[in-house]
């Protein structure tokens, strides 16, 4: 199988949801239904940062940023590696991002009032 159909079949994985799939996506949805977590989400899908760039970025304390990272990485939804002294942070994967960018273009829609599509 080529690189291109390996990536095209993995954006789509049509399997009726078990329990324990509605039970994981339920569970990504809980995360995602915090607006600092959402804003933090939304930053790492432009690409990695590190806690005092999702900071400055958010206007959040770092108690707060560093709570909601801390429990994005325990559920999963961010990976981390170090760069020296820093820890960096990177959303987990694509079908997560394509999630939270609908979620915010769904949203624009809602708030501008431009008719929905496909």
């Known amino acids: 199988m080529s ?3 390996v990536a095209a079949a993995s954006l789509s994985h049509p ?29 790492l899908t432009r690409g990695e940062a590190d806690v005092t760039a ?3 970025q958010t206007g959040a304390t770092r108690t ?8 994005l990485r325990f559920t999963g939804l ?12 990177r959303i987990h994967d694509g079908h997560l991002t394509r999630l939270i960018l609908e979620g915010i273009n769904h949203a ?3 708030v501008t009032g431009e008719p929905p599509h496909e």
Request: aromatic share 6%.
């Open 15 to 43: 399997v009726a949801p078990d329990q324990q799939r509605l039970d994981t996506a339920t569970e990504t949805f809980r995360m995602l239904a915090d607006t600092t977590r959402l804003h933090i989400l939304w930053l």
């Open 3 to 5: 690189e291109v159909s």
């Open 64 to 71: 707060a940023v560093s709570q909601h990272l801390a429990k």
């Open 108 to 110: 624009d829609h809602v």
């Open 78 to 89: 961010v990976d981390t590696r170090k760069e020296g002294r820093r820890v960096i942070y």
């Open 54 to 56: 999702l900071i400055e």
